[in-house]
Antibody
Framework: QVQLQESGPGLVKPSQTLSLTCTVSGGSISSGGYYWSWIRQHPGKGLEWIGYIYYSGSTYYNPSLKSRVTISVDTSKNQFSLKLSSVTAADTAVYYC???????????????WGQGTMVTVSS | QSALTQPASVSGSPGQSITISCTGTSSDVGGYNYVSWYQQHPGKAPKLMIYEVSNRPSGVPDRFSGSKSGNTASLTISGLQAEDEADYYCSSYTSSSTWVFGGGTKLTVL
């Protein structure tokens, strides 16, 4: 079955760029029918949708993060990535990648999640 | 976009039923049937429990059910079991083509 696995540095310095990659196994990103997503959870807090990307490269971002976020896809490696620039302590969170299943032309839910990776922003 | 409103906590005894509400606006919950619910145990990733307001993915017990009325969606768990103790989050598609989550509800099984 499809599995997702996040990877990347667990510690990022303030003002730098946070970079994470999600590797998809058990299925192809290029097969379509899904949006590949990033969602984060601040310590002890709720979930926050960051954005998602289709295999074609079409992206949607959370307006509150849009100016700092870039999500990209590498179909040859079956991976998608998150870059968040100019980070501060407020970006310290567990970052999840997730698969958004498409109904009609809209994502209707996030049906498969990675285990999450903790990223701390600190000097 | 503002987070959807959920009660901070609910509780119930084994065998009882509980309902968690999720209130949004006509631009999200009230405007679309793309409301989903997620269960999260401590230290674990969220798990999809309900999608499109009331549909259960394969493997989710039929004790879990969802509904919606106006701008408020609800998750009902009947026949509470100890393993249902977890945090629950609602989520909705929005008119801005984005997604918004609720603040989460901690379910305690007494």
């Amino acid at each position: 079955q499809v599995q997702l696995q996040e990877s990347g540095p667990g510690l990022v310095k303030p003002s730098q760029t946070l970079s994470l990659t999600c590797t998809v196994s058990g299925g192809s990103i290029s097969s379509g029918g899904y949006y590949w997503s990033w969602i984060r959870q601040h310590p002890g807090k709720g979930l926050e949708w960051i954005g998602y990307i289709y295999y074609s490269g079409s992206t949607y971002y959370n307006p509150s993060l849009k100016s700092r976020v870039t999500i990209s896809v590498d179909t040859s490696k079956n991976q998608f990535s998150l870059k968040l620039s100019s980070v501060t302590a407020a970006d310290t969170a567990v970052y999840y990648c997730a698969r958004g299943s498409v109904s009609d032309i809209v994502v209707d839910a996030f049906d498969i999640w990675g285990q999450g990776t903790m990223v701390t922003v600190s000097s | 976009q503002s987070a959807l409103t959920q009660p901070a906590s609910v509780s119930g005894s084994p065998g009882q039923s509980i309902t968690i509400s999720c209130t949004g606006t006509s631009s999200d919950v009230g405007g679309y049937n793309y409301v989903s619910w997620y269960q999260q145990h401590p230290g674990k990733a969220p798990k999809l429990m309900i999608y499109e307001v009331s549909n259960r993915p394969s493997g989710v017990p039929d004790r879990f059910s969802g509904s919606k009325s106006g701008n408020t969606a609800s998750l009902t768990i009947s026949g509470l079991q100890a393993e249902d103790e977890a945090d629950y989050y609602c989520s909705s598609y929005t008119s801005s083509s984005t997604w918004v989550f609720g603040g989460g509800t901690k379910l305690t099984v007494l």
